[in-house]
């Protein structure tokens, strides 16, 4: 249909839809895009237009066109789902509950295609966010968006989420925040925003443009355009994290302070990208992150914030599901949500966070990257993410103490350790043999239910881990304590390690015992000629993982009162754009109290090392 001036076609689709299964045998699917200034509409549906709700929504919808064709929130599962609970609340925030008025749009994943929906009225009183909130669609990945307009005026084109195909793959965007560097310059004798859009990354060339006028849109383009600079494969998942956390961080780069930057990334139907850089705008007190929840059994009742609704997931749900719901802020009552970290990226798949290459390798490995009819898919090399860093801890440690090094250790040199950053389990299950009571520790609950369905571990502990360790210090001084303490790849995320250090030295002082762990370590290019950007002893990476120095770490055993047993030069921990990233392994040693009390009282200065090996439990 095409028109002089813009008319609603319900007359036209009325009978046309019936030809869908009723009156005429074409029963298979049906679609239909609709232009408004900009923008377009798409609605499609595998069902027969006949019989599909969707088909009914629009025949009475009185949408009016020229040209026409025959805050946000994410849900992804690990068995195909409807997302009508958290969407019946989430959509009062479009208008009712919330500012958030100036239009709304959902995309979800089937198979290889994506249905969207967008429309320029707010949310709360849109038909089409009515018929959906009751239509109950089953997708392992979506995402939903309820716009507040700050950049781009309020029209379908600038509606999230964002749509492009690349690499025969149907990738969506929906981002909330402000990013100075993406902010379109007014033309002062037109006053329209120009469409040249900045190049990230390898790019030289501007393949996908922006159609509205967000900065949200300008961005998704040129993440796009950077990637498919860099690619000329499908990237394997661990290979994609880093890049989209390289792009992430140059992103921010340089306007740390005015830019929020919060998105979701859609790549296909398993996989969902998530990076928050949270902050307020100036004046606001409103504060724009990301929180996270992951559902899992046993399941409990939900209880929505925005609106009087409740279900109880125990009658909805198996013992086979699992949920991973994101959205800006929390959508339910007395639910576990956590809050990004700044600077943070997590891949979901399967209803699960990622947030290490060697994870996102182990989801490779499983088949679930990235998949197309029209690009190669690249082999990842078996050896190439393997997580060996527990192993080399381990084997050095054991040399320090003059233990066994084999992997058929079976004597317990350490009778209560306490694993930092346990993630997955796997560093524990390097110990274990070795530990008579062994803890772990983990800031991501459902990486230490994965270590806690490892079997290696004593007990389990969700939460921080300095704040955990000074707890346990104030709840049980002079009674338990450690005489072990070990971080396989914890220090990566943590930039001051003074705090750590000095927890670490109270768990270990009663006792007195051993500390073991990696770092990534700044090469003496960068010591040298950033000298003054440096001072603090680390340094944050474009991987968005931290460096130190080698002298800041030896200026932290020196200050604590520990003693370098042994350590390492230059270990390859892990690999980054496919180079190998070197650090360091380094095992300490800390007196017990009592025996630095006894060295005091016979006025003797304090030895350095004195570590009392623990008989057998």
């Not at 200034?37 to 949408?63: E, K, N, W």
């Not at 080399?392 to 233990?403: M, Q, S």
């Not at 750590?500 to 762990?517: D, H, I, P, Y």
């Not at 950007?533 to 991987?543: I, K, P």
Request: net charge negative; charged share 25%.
């Amino acid at each position: 249909m095409n028109c002089a001036t813009p008319t609603d076609f319900n007359f036209s689709f009325r009978g046309f839809k019936c030809r869908g299964g009723n009156t005429d045998i074409h029963a298979h699917g049906w679609g239909i895009a609709i232009y408004e200034g900009r923008g377009v509409r798409t609605f499609h549906d595998p069902l027969p237009c006949a019989q599909s709700p969707i088909a009914d929504m629009v025949s009475s919808y009185p949408i009016k066109t020229l040209n026409m064709m025959a805050q946000y929130a994410m849900l992804l599962s690990a068995k195909p789902t409807d997302f009508n609970f958290s969407f019946r609340g989430f959509k009062c925030r479009g208008g009712n509950t919330d500012i958030h008025a100036h239009g709304w749009g959902l995309a979800i994943y089937e198979g290889r295609g994506v249905r969207t929906f967008h429309d320029p009225l707010p949310c709360a009183e849109s038909p089409i966010a009515d018929m959906v909130s009751s239509y109950p669609i089953k997708t392992l990945n979506m995402m939903a968006h309820i716009r507040y307009a700050t950049q781009g005026g309020v029209s379908l084109e600038n509606v999230h989420p964002f749509q492009r195909e690349m690499w025969g793959i149907q990738w969506t965007f929906a981002h909330n925040g402000e990013v100075p560097k993406f902010t379109q310059p007014k033309n002062p004798q037109s006053g329209c925003g120009t469409t040249e859009v900045p190049m990230l990354g390898r790019c030289t060339e501007l393949i996908y443009l922006p159609v509205g006028d967000t900065d949200s849109e300008a961005v998704f383009c040129a993440m796009l355009n950077a990637l498919r600079a860099e690619f000329t494969t499908l990237p394997t998942l661990p290979v994609l994290y880093e890049a989209i956390q390289r792009l992430s961080c140059e992103i921010v780069r340089g306007d740390e302070k005015e830019t929020i930057f919060n998105f979701l990334l859609g790549c296909g139907q398993f996989t969902m990208f998530a990076f928050s850089w949270p902050g307020a705008r100036e004046g606001s007190k409103v504060w724009n992150g990301l929180h996270y929840l992951v559902r899992t059994p046993p399941f409990k009742t939900a209880t929505l914030k925005d609106v009087d609704y409740a279900v109880d997931f125990n009658e909805t749900n198996d013992d086979n599901d699992r949920v991973a719901i994101i959205a800006t802020k929390p959508l339910t009552h007395l639910e576990n949500w956590k809050e990004m970290e700044r600077g943070q990226l997590l891949m979901f798949d399967n209803g699960l966070p990622y947030s290490r290459p060697y994870e996102c390798a182990g989801i490779e490995r499983c088949g679930r990257g990235l998949s197309s009819r029209s690009f190669p898919r690249t082999e990842i090399c078996p050896n190439q993410y393997a997580y060996n860093i527990p192993k080399l801890l381990r084997r050095l440690t054991c040399k320090a103490l003059g233990k066994n090094e084999g992997d058929d250790c079976s004597v317990v040199w350490a009778e209560r350790a306490v694993d930092l950053g346990c993630g997955s389990g796997l560093s524990g299950a390097q110990f274990r043999q070795c530990v008579g009571y062994l803890t772990g520790v983990d800031l991501n609950p459902e990486m230490a239910k994965e270590a806690r369905d490892r079997g290696c571990y004593d007990r389990i502990v969700v939460g921080d881990a300095e704040c955990i360790l000074q707890k346990e210090h104030e709840d049980t001084v002079g009674i338990w304590g450690y005489d072990f303490v070990f971080a396989c790849d914890l220090f990566a995320y943590i930039g001051d390690l003074r705090p750590m250090f000095n927890t670490v030295r109270k768990s270990l002082e009663n006792r007195g015992g051993t500390f073991a762990f990696s770092a990534e370590i700044m090469n003496e290019t960068l010591d040298e000629s950033k000298e003054e950007d440096c001072d603090a002893g680390f340094v944050l990476q474009s991987c968005a993982r931290f460096a130190h120095k080698r002298r800041y770490i030896r200026s932290l055993v020196e200050e604590f009162g520990f003693e370098t047993l042994l350590s390492t030069e230059s270990t390859v921990l892990r690999q980054h754009d496919g180079k190998d990233v070197l650090g360091a392994l380094i095992v300490l040693s800390l007196p017990s109290e009592r025996s630095m009390i006894h060295c005091h009282a016979r006025n003797r200065r304090l030895p350095t090392w004195s570590l009392p090996i623990p008989s057998r439990l």
